[in-house]
T-cell receptor, first 115, second 111 residues
Framework: GAVVSQHPSWVICKSGTSVKIECRSL??????MFWYRQFPKQSLMLMAT?????????EQGVEKDKFLINHASLTLSTLTVTSAHPEDSSFYIC???????????FGEGSWLTVV | DAKTTQPPSMDCAEGRAANLPCNHS???????VYWYRQIHSQGPQYIIH???NNETNEMASLIITEDRKSSTLILPHATLRDTAVYYC????????????FGKGTKLSVIP
């Protein structure tokens, strides 16, 4: 079936540095992808909608200059956490819709730890 | 999108059927019922979705009541690997495909 893949699965970075997370749709083209964040013992919270060829739209309270999203192709969206701080440590997950149906698939998630 | 209500937790004996309920009394005519599960430290896994007819696939069955105000996800023979948080989400078939997650049901399959 359709697969969405993220890379890296986990990353540790120093405070103040930037880290990039990739989300790829392997079996289909996705004009829209979504980025979520999940803190321990909490549910997924939508951060932003990534639109191929145009600017991402961000949920209220999510800083667009801190969480840079690029959707340069129909199979790849990237999330860059800039000037990371320990409070940005979280589980980041992307999703994409298979245009062949109404099914939405999620990536495996990426654990970010900022030290 | 319509809101859903699920019990916070359930237990099920290994090998028995797990029946996970979901209430969505404000669902509208064009909204689908989606089920996902999230095993610890992984991204959500798609299970099944339906509009008004019952659906079955290799993972589970979805039973939607005639008035569509509630549904039940059935895992016919639960295994320890089915221990996860199960999310019931109602979403329109048109427009944006962002999903809104509630707290879900924590299913524990017991040996």
């Amino acid at each position: 079936g359709a697969v969405v893949s993220q890379h890296p699965s986990w990353v540790i970075c120093k405070s103040g540095t930037s880290v990039k997370i990739e989300c790829r749709s392997l079996d289909f083209q996705a004009t829209t992808m979504f980025w979520y964040r999940q803190f321990p013992k909490q549910s997924l919270m939508l951060m932003a909608t990534s639109n191929e060829g145009s600017k991402a739209t961000y949920e209220q309270g999510v800083e667009k200059d801190k969480f840079l999203i690029n959707h340069a192709s129909l199979t790849l969206s990237t999330l860059t956490v800039t000037s990371a701080h320990p409070e940005d440590s979280s589980f980041y997950i992307c999703s994409a819709r298979d245009p062949g149906g109404n099914t939405i698939y999620f990536g495996e998630g990426s654990w970010l730890t900022v030290v | 999108d319509a809101k859903t209500t699920q019990p916070p937790s359930m237990d099920c004996a290994e090998g028995r059927a797990a029946n996970l309920p979901c209430n969505h009394s404000t669902i509208s005519g064009n909204e689908y019922v989606y089920w996902y599960r999230q095993i610890h430290s992984q991204g959500p896994q798609y299970i099944i979705h339906g509009l008004k007819n019952n659906e079955t696939n290799e993972m589970a069955s979805l039973i939607i009541t005639e008035d569509r105000k509630s549904s039940t996800l059935i895992l016919p023979h639960a295994t320890l690997r089915d221990t996860a948080v199960y999310y019931c989400i109602v979403k329109s078939g048109a427009g944006s495909y962002q999903l809104t997650f509630g707290k879900g049901t924590k299913l524990s399959v017991i040996p």
